[in-house]
């Protein structure tokens, strides 16, 4: 048995507005991933183009970074225990130069703009180096003994790889920086999935999963051993593909994919076991989210035997769009009303059930859209239909623009709670 | 008797809310246990700001127990 005085710092927990803003602004890049795909829907017929660079950036960055940088300030408070000092001025910096750093990368790869590029690097650079240094400084004061606090220092660290890797491409695209482009480009996708958003999913979901989803815990050897397995994997994977030794580059590339399926297939076990009679939204987002990640790593390993330009961009859009968007959406309609929620009771005030700060009705529909969004663009990537790309554009822009507008009635509900 | 609240296996905040009614009905001095699935730290800012005493501890069997004594 172990028993521990209160040491940490838990009183300087962020005020409701630290993550929000990232949380309101974020699903605007969706809605704009939408309409770039309305009006460009041939944009899905190659993953090298400007335009698809930018499609994949609004979501990857603008969408599933803001919201993890957003979460971050708040999840190492609730469940680490560790604050950020003045994480209020520190997140409004960070989302500013994040939400400006994105809207000119996209501008910058879409239409080929140099300037752009540089003036990304720039604020993306320097915002992510403050919140590296905010999330180093709350990480470093969490109890080590917890997987989660550990595992979301290996995703910080991940991410700031994978942050390196696309700055370096971004300088050889403007400035034609010296370094080969396909290793490098190789390398910050892998970083990007894996070591970053993979495994801050990972981290989260050790505690998100059991605690929501009313779920056993993960195995124990699981979450004690997977976040380090994969940060080992990843570096040794990335020393074979720079010096170029394909069968090394391969065997680590298939002990990552299995990895990944190991993770997804241990959440999809455990919602077998949910004490929940009736899934209700999350659960279902999760599993959406889960399915399609497996999809989509058997579309990678297809890629890796086949030419056929539809492989590679079916699995992006089914990790990125069928993986990552849908466990983000899923997890926000549990995060956000819970918050408001907290919010209200540390202010005193009697707060409204969580149901009544956003029903699951509503959170459902949007799902649906989402789910319809995501089949329209896999049948839009597997066909090349330029109508089926129209469509899905539509659909994309209507699902952020429903998640935004779900995200604000919970922000009425907790300003109509407030006392006037 | 020192009353406990078993918040083991429910949704949050549904844990939350209980040891919010229960605190209300606790009169100065006398003590409330808590059995968690893990550690409550909003909860302890609330506790800490409203003068409560507290204690918490990790079982062998992962239960988080934490005792709370009223002002």
């Known amino acids: 048995m172990s028993a521990h005085a209160n040491a940490l710092s838990y009183d300087a927990a962020p005020a409701f507005s630290t993550p929000l803003r990232f949380f309101l602004t974020a699903p605007l890049f969706g809605v704009a991933a939408g309409l770039l795909l309305l009006i460009a829907p041939e944009l899905l017929a190659s993953r090298w183009t400007p335009g698809a660079l930018a499609l994949t950036h609004l979501i990857a960055v603008g969408f599933v970074l803001s919201i993890m940088v957003g979460a971050l300030f708040q999840i190492m408070p609730v469940v680490a225990g560790a604050a950020v000092p003045r994480s209020g001025p520190l997140a409004a910096l960070i989302h500013a130069g994040l939400t400006a750093g994105v809207a000119s990368l996209c501008i910058g790869l879409g239409v080929g703009a140099p300037d752009f590029l540089v003036a990304a690097a720039a604020l993306l650079g320097i915002s992510f180096a403050l919140f590296l240094c905010a999330a180093a400084w709350g990480l470093w004061r969490a109890p080590i003994a917890q997987a989660t606090p550990r595992d979301l220092r290996l995703a910080v660290a991940g991410l700031g790889v994978a942050l390196m890797l696309g700055l370096t491409l971004a300088m050889v695209l403007a400035r034609g920086l010296p370094v080969p482009l396909v290793t490098v480009l190789k390398l910050h996708i892998g970083w990007a999935w894996l070591g970053g958003v993979g495994m801050m999913l990972a981290a989260t979901s050790w505690v998100v999963v059991p605690m929501f989803q009313i779920t056993p815990n993960y195995p124990a050897r699981l979450t004690r051993s997977w976040a380090l397995a994969t940060f080992a994997m990843l570096a040794l994977w990335s020393g074979a593909v720079a010096a170029e030794w394909s069968g090394a580059a391969l065997l680590f590339g298939a002990l990552l994919v299995a990895l990944a399926v190991v993770f997804a297939a241990a959440t999809l076990r455990l919602q077998q076991h949910s004490r929940r009679s009736n899934p209700d939204s999350t659960t279902r987002a999760f599993q959406l989210g889960m399915t399609s990640l497996l999809a989509g790593v058997a579309c990678t390993v297809a890629a890796h035997y086949s030419e056929h330009e539809a492989w590679p961009i079916l699995a992006g859009i089914l990790v990125l769009h069928g993986g990552f968007v849908s466990v983000i959406q899923g997890m926000l309609y549990k995060i956000v009303p819970f918050l408001a929620w907290l919010h209200l009771t540390q202010e005193g005030i009697r707060a409204p059930n969580v149901k009544k700060l956003l029903p699951d009705t509503p959170a459902r529909r949007q799902l649906l859209v989402h789910a319809a969004a995501l089949a329209a663009l896999v049948a839009a990537a597997a066909s090349g239909s330029a109508d089926l790309g129209r469509l899905a554009g539509v659909l994309v822009g209507l699902e952020f623009g429903w998640l935004l507008a779900n995200l604000v009635r919970v922000v009425r509900a907790y300003r109509g709670a407030l006392p006037a | ?71």
């Open chain 2, 1 to 71: 008797m020192t009353k406990t609240i078993d918040g083991r296996g429910l949704e949050p905040p549904k844990p939350f809310e209980l040891t919010m009614e229960a605190l209300a009905d606790l009169k100065p001095g006398e003590q409330m246990t808590l059995l968690l699935d893990r550690m409550p730290w909003p909860l302890f800012r609330i506790l800490d700001r409203d003068g409560y005493r507290h204690s918490n501890q990790v079982r062998d069997d992962g239960v988080v127990e934490i005792r709370i004594l009223a002002p």
